[in-house]
């Protein structure tokens, strides 16, 4: 899949170059020794790994709207990670390179570069930070099984140790100080914001009504207790249910839709069981409170282009489409013509259906098309042709099941939509 860079990509990019810019003129280049050029690579990977762990860190702070510069949350995550992972890598490059390095010296000589005597406390900190790296952050990547989600937030949470240990490694070898500062506390500011601040920041809301849809599948109808939300048609929030009475995810926060329109003084989300907290959440008490965090997302986009919309959704994929369509009627108005294409197994179980289809009645520009797969197969041109004839000069947008989406993905890409007109939402982070 070809990259897209977005204005929050730059800033970061220019954020990891920062304490290397700053470095060069001391590092120099090296001689065309090989140990030299081991050396000097040692120390760039390390510079480089090093401000890479610590923008992961930054940028996994969750303020509402700051993830929109970067394509919304669900990408931002993925930066964060690919910075995580690339940043593990190039510390293992970097103790790799500065050992080979010194191997012409004689062996006694390597052996001594990486494990110096106690004395060289600065150096043992190193050891450490690459200890903590290895125990707390490769099994977030996945190396040993996909985690479990609140496992794997724990885990993240401790390999701020290893964030602290490589600081206190580098300060001390650092030529300029300052960048080490700078990205450090912005790191560590990230984390103590995402465990002490961000509660506060929450609204508090009142569980007015859970209305079901289909089996395991209900709405939930939340009312505003002081601050409502403000947000725009596709994003999410962070649900934090307090009920005392939940059998599971009591006080954990879980990202879903919202399916409400922005102008809807109630808040409404469509929460399918899909886990312990997820199903829990079926039987909650109407009145009890929840906490909610948010907005995020960029689903739909700021600048929506003039081209007509083609949305494709399936499975619980299909709330964005919901808050989409709600929101054309509170609106009035379709500016460009919107189909919905509802991916679903089965007619009967796709949740929903009756009121979008009733919305399509009313509102002209905006029709649904209904894809069955028991009957039809995986989704192909031929329905796409049949259904939307001009569908690659759409603006598109797709939201389900990972191999859903990426079905569609590669269906559309193949027929030469260009992958900048292809919005996409995952509903998973891990
Ligand atoms: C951007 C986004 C929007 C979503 N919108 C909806 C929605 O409108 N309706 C809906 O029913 N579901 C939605 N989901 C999925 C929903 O968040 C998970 O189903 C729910 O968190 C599952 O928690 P659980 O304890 O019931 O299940 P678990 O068994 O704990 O988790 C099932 C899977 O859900 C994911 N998950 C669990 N907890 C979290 C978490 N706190 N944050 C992120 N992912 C998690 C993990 O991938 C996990 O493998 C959305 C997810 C994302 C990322």
């Known amino acids: 899949m070809r990259y897209h860079p977005r204005a929050g990509d730059l800033a970061l990019a220019a954020a990891v170059l920062l304490p290397?810019?700053?470095?060069?003129?001391?590092?120099?280049w090296p001689a065309n020794e090989a140990g030299d050029w081991l050396a000097w690579t040692g120390r760039v990977t390390g510079i480089l790994g090093l401000a890479m762990l610590l923008l992961a860190a930054a940028i996994s702070i969750r303020v509402?709207?700051?993830?929109?510069?970067?394509?919304?949350?669900?990408?931002?995550?993925?930066?964060?990670?690919?910075l995580g992972f690339g940043a593990f890598v190039l510390l293992m490059v970097h103790a790799l390179a500065l050992a080979l390095a010194a191997v012409p010296l004689g062996l006694p000589v390597a052996v001594e570069v990486l494990f110096p005597p106690f004395s060289r406390g600065v150096i043992w900190l190193g050891w450490l930070a690459w200890l903590a790296m290895v125990l707390f952050l490769a099994p977030t990547f996945g190396f040993f099984g996909r985690p479990r989600y609140q496992a794997w937030k724990r885990l993240h949470l401790v390999s701020a140790v290893a964030l602290l240990l490589a600081l206190a490694h580098a300060l001390p070898l650092a030529g300029e100080t300052w960048p080490w500062w700078l990205l450090g506390m912005a790191g560590l500011a990230a984390i103590a914001w995402r465990k002490l601040g961000s509660r506060q920041a929450r609204l508090a809301y009142r569980i007015e009504a859970v209305e079901p849809l289909a089996r395991g599948v209900v709405e939930l109808v939340l009312a505003p207790q002081g601050r409502r939300l403000v947000h725009e048609p596709g994003q999410f929030l962070y649900l934090t249910p307090l009920d005392k009475t939940l059998a599971a995810g009591r006080g954990e926060e879980h990202p879903y839709t919202?399916?409400?329109?922005?102008?809807d003084d109630r808040?409404?989300?469509?929460?399918?069981d899909l886990g312990d907290a997820s199903h829990a959440l079926q039987t909650v008490?109407?009145?009890?409170?929840?906490?909610?965090?948010?907005?995020?997302?960029?689903?739909?986009?700021?600048?929506?282009?003039?081209?007509?919309r083609l949305w494709l959704g399936g499975g619980i994929g299909i709330t964005p489409f919901v808050g989409g369509a709600r929101d054309l009627v509170a609106r009035g108005v379709v500016a460009a013509q919107v189909l919905l294409i509802y991916l679903t197994n089965r007619r009967e179980r796709a949740y929903?259906?009756?009121?979008?289809?009733?919305?399509?009645e009313r509102l002209a520009g905006f029709s649904v098309v209904v894809h069955d797969y028991l009957e039809r197969g995986a989704l192909d041109v031929a329905f796409l042709v049949e259904h939307c004839p001009g569908f690659a000069e759409r603006e598109i947008h797709l939201c389900g099941p990972p191999a859903m989406n990426a079905h569609l993905m590669r269906l559309l890409t193949g027929q030469g939509v260009p992958r900048s007109r292809i919005h996409s939402e995952v509903l998973d982070f891990l």
């Open 20 to 28: 290397l810019v700053v470095a060069l003129p001391r590092l120099g």
């Open 64 to 82: 509402p709207g700051w993830d929109r510069p970067f394509g919304g949350l669900a990408r931002l995550w993925r930066l964060h990670h690919g």
């Open 258 to 263: 919202i399916t409400s329109a922005p102008a």
């Open 267 to 272: 808040l409404r989300i469509g929460i399918k």
């Open 285 to 308: 008490t109407p009145g009890s409170i929840a906490r909610v965090e948010g907005p995020y997302g960029d689903f739909y986009g700021r600048h929506p282009s003039g081209r007509h």
């Open 352 to 360: 929903y259906l009756d009121e979008l289809e009733s919305i399509a």
